[in-house]
Structures are given as C-alpha cells and as structure tokens.
C-alpha cells in the first residue's frame, strides 16, 4: 500500500501521498491541499519543496553525490568529453560512437552567427558586463531566428534549435571575449571538435595553424561537465519556468542566464577571484578574512564557501581542487592565490563558525583559479559556466516540456494593507 502523510488542521486531518523518488528521496504531494483546505504551503526561498519529478540529474548534498542519469561526476569528468556529457544530459543515455559523431557533426555545421547579430554586438560599449552580453544575445537568436518562433514544433524541428543553440553558444561567448580585447572575432573551424573549437575561436591566431594545448582543452572539458547541471538550482528553475509559460527555448535560457548572473549563485567564480586578489593585496592575512566572514555587523562573506543543498563536501569542489592542481603544474604557474584559497579552506574546516554551520568550498572556490590560468580574465568565469550549464538547461527545458507541466505560479501569503481609502493627492 502507498504511504501517506497525514496533517492535522483543527479538528480536520487530511491524507496527503507520499511520494519516492528512484533515490529513495520522498515528499509529500500537498498539490491538491489548497482545494482541499482552503491552506498553501509557505517556504519562502523553495528552501524545502519540490517544484518536479526529474529525470535528469541527482545530487544527495548529505553525503556529497552527484549524478547525471544515473553516472556518477566523478566517473564522468575522469572519462568523459564535455559533449558527451551533453548528450547524455539532453536524450538521456550516454551516446554511441555513430550517435556522438553525429552530433558532433551537427552541431559543428551550426557554429556560424548571423552576420546581422554583429551590428546589434557591435553596439555593446567595451567594457560592459560579459554576462549582460551574453543574456542580450541569446535572447536575441530567437528575433534572428522567425522558425524557432513558429507555434506547434515538432520534435525535430525542436531538437535543431537545440543544436543551433548549443553551437551558437561556444560562437557568442568567444565574440564576447574577442570584443573586450577589441580584436577581431575568429570564425569557427569546424573540423576542431566543440572545446577545441571553442578554445581556438577565443585564443587562437586567425591562421590556420594554430595549435590549441590539449592539456588545456582537457581542463577545459573538465570544468564545462562539472557545471553542465544542477537538478533544480536558481538559474535552472528560472529555464523551466520562464519555458512553462510556453516561451521559446532561446528566452528561456537568457533568463538563465540572467538568474546565473548574480554573485550568490554563477557570479560567485568572479567573486572568488576577486576576494583572493584583495585578500593577497591586503598581505594574504587568512586569520583576519575569517574573522571578518563570521562577524555578522560585516557584510563580507567567504565567497565560494557554503552551498543551499551540500552540507557535507561539493563533489565538484574535490574534483576541481585536483585539476587545479594539475594545470597549475602541467602549465608551470605558480599561483599565490591558490595558496591563499588553500589555506583558507583548511581554516575554515577547522573553524567552528564554518563546521556548525556546515559550510564547505563549493565548485567556485577554485574554478576561477584554473579560468585565471587558461587566460580568461574575472569578468569572463560566469559566462564559462553558462556554456557549461547550457546542456543542462536545455535538458531540464526539454523534460519540463515532454512532462506537459503547467505554467509556473507560486501563490503567497499576502502580509500588506488591508482595506484602505484613497485620499486626494493635496490631502496627504
Ligand atoms: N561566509 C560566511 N558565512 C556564511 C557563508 C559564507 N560564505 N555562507 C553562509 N553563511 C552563514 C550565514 O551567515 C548563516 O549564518 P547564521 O545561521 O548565523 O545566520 C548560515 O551560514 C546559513 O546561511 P544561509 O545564507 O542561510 O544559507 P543558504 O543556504 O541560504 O545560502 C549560499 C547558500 C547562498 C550559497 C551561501 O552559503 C553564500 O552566500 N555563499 C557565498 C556565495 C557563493 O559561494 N555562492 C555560490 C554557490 S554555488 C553555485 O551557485 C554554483
């Protein structure tokens, strides 16, 4: 027999199912509950509710685990190509050799932009936000594109948006760094695989026999599956709700991207970077920053410590600590902000303040350190992790779509004014 939840409300108690994901994970179904009881549910910041049955990505912040469909991160970014990873996040199975290829091929013939979306790029002030590019852009596809646009697409004709937009994407974010160098953009090369490609267009030559560091590209594959999902984070429900409201695939994922934007979530790789710098100009004194994180008349916070769902280790954050290492090596950088970043880490895991409250390095803690050695500077690291969590977006779009969910509508509870009377201006 299923189980169900009871809830007591005066003297009326309702049955509420109970419901248990493949993780074992369960929740209580309160959908019905307003109907019910005339009652909503309030949790402000969805700090604990369930906004969909997913498929797609599983993480248990308790112990540490994240998977995609099933494969386990860690397994992924030891073996796996970051569009592989694509692959499999977006049909669901990992891919075989003829199914990567093939994608791989498709995308690679869609890497062109529009020659007009220059002009609307061109009009961007240098020096403005990458981020704020980016959103622009993205949205912008779909005006440039009229048959995304069309009401009732088929699966496949859905399924080719999603390609354009995966290799427009890597395309958009090399003009965005070109552009704040005030060089030229590169045109893609479609014989380079997707990172190859992407790492060309942003820091090769316009000759054609440029070389791209596989040790880079290896880094960079890497940092791209780490970020490629997060079940439902902030910039991810953003996708499915703006989605629900039936709007394209392009808007729904400038919204993401807007959402990743702020510094509690994407923008915390800038911020990471930017606190190490300070933290370094100031005489590298870790003590007096984690006195300053725990003082809480000081707005300032450990930028890359603490998580909404991992209270034990990011296992992202492992996995990046390590490749940080590497590349360091492999590229012959020694880096005083790793060493401060390190040494605030093992601080903090022996503060109190840190242990009680369960704060851990997340996966931006030393992401912006392995950006900074690839070349990319601060302004650039969040719209590196949109490239990377774009094949999750799109994922999760796609599922909420196939799972036919309604638009997304929060209710509240009203605390405001009730009944008042309106005065006249000169009466006030
Ligand atoms: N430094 C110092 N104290 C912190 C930090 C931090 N980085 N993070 C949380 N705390 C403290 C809070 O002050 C609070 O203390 P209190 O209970 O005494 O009031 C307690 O820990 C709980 O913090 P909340 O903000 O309630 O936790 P929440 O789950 O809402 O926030 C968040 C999670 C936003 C990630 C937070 O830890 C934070 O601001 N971290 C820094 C920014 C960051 O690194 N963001 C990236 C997240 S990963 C990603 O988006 C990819």
Not at 102 to 122: G, N, P, Q, R, W
Not at 139 to 147: E, T
Request: one cysteine or more.
């Amino acid at each position: 027999m299923s189980e169900t939840a009871q809830l007591k409300i005066g003297d009326k108690t309702y049955d509420l199912p109970v419901i248990e994901g493949t993780e074992g994970e369960k929740a209580i179904d309160i959908s019905k509950l307003r109907d019910q009881s005339g009652y909503v549910t309030l949790d402000i910041g969805y700090k604990n509710t369930g906004a969909t049955k997913s498929a797609i990505t599983f993480l248990d912040g308790e112990v540490g685990i994240l998977k995609y469909r099933g494969y386990s991160i860690e397994q992924l970014a030891e073996n796996s190509s970051f569009i592989e990873v694509a692959y499999l996040l977006i049909y669901g199975n990992l891919p075989t050799a003829e199914q990567l290829q093939a994608f791989e091929f498709e995308i690679s013939h869609h890497t062109l932009v529009h020659e007009d979306m220059k002009k609307f790029f061109d009009g961007f002030p240098s020096g403005s936000h990458p981020m704020g590019q980016l959103s622009s852009l993205i949205g912008a596809l779909a005006a440039f594109n009229p048959a995304s646009l069309k009401p009732g697409l088929t699966a496949e004709e859905v399924n080719l948006e999603i390609i354009k937009l995966i290799a427009k994407m890597s395309t958009i974010v090399s003009w965005i760094y070109k552009k704040s160098l005030g060089h030229p953009v590169i045109y893609p090369r479609n014989k380079l695989d997707y990172v190859t490609n992407f790492m060309y267009m942003t820091f090769g030559q316009r000759t054609e026999d440029t070389e791209i560091d596989p040790v880079v590209v290896s880094a960079m594959n890497k940092l791209l599956i780490l970020h490629a999902d997060h079940e439902q984070n902030c910039s991810t429900s953003t996708v499915r709700i703006v989605g629900s409201s039936d709007a394209n695939l392009y808007a729904s994922i400038s919204a993401g991207i807007s959402a990743l934007w702020g510094p509690l979530h994407g923008g915390a790789n800038q911020a990471v970077v930017e606190m190490l710098q300070q933290i370094k100009e100031d005489g590298g004194d870790t003590d007096k920053w984690i006195a300053k994180a725990k003082d809480k008349n000081d707005p300032f916070r450990l930028m890359g410590f603490g998580h909404r769902v991992y209270k034990n280790f990011d296992p992202r954050a492992k996995i990046i600590k390590k490749a940080c290492d590497d590349i360091l090596e492999k590229l012959g950088i020694n880096d005083e902000t790793l060493e401060i970043a390190k040494k605030l880490e093992e601080v903090a895991l022996n503060d109190p303040y840190f242990v009680e409250r369960k704060l851990y390095p997340n996966v931006d803690f030393y992401s912006g350190i392995i950006y900074t050695a690839l070349g990319f500077p601060t302004d650039m690291f969040t719209v590196l992790f949109a490239l990377g969590r774009l094949p999750g977006w799109i994922a999760q779009w796609k599922e909420m779509k196939a799972n036919k969910e309604p638009i997304g509508r929060p209710r509240q509870v009203y605390v405001g004014e009730t009944n008042r009377e309106y005065t006249d201006i000169k009466k006030r």
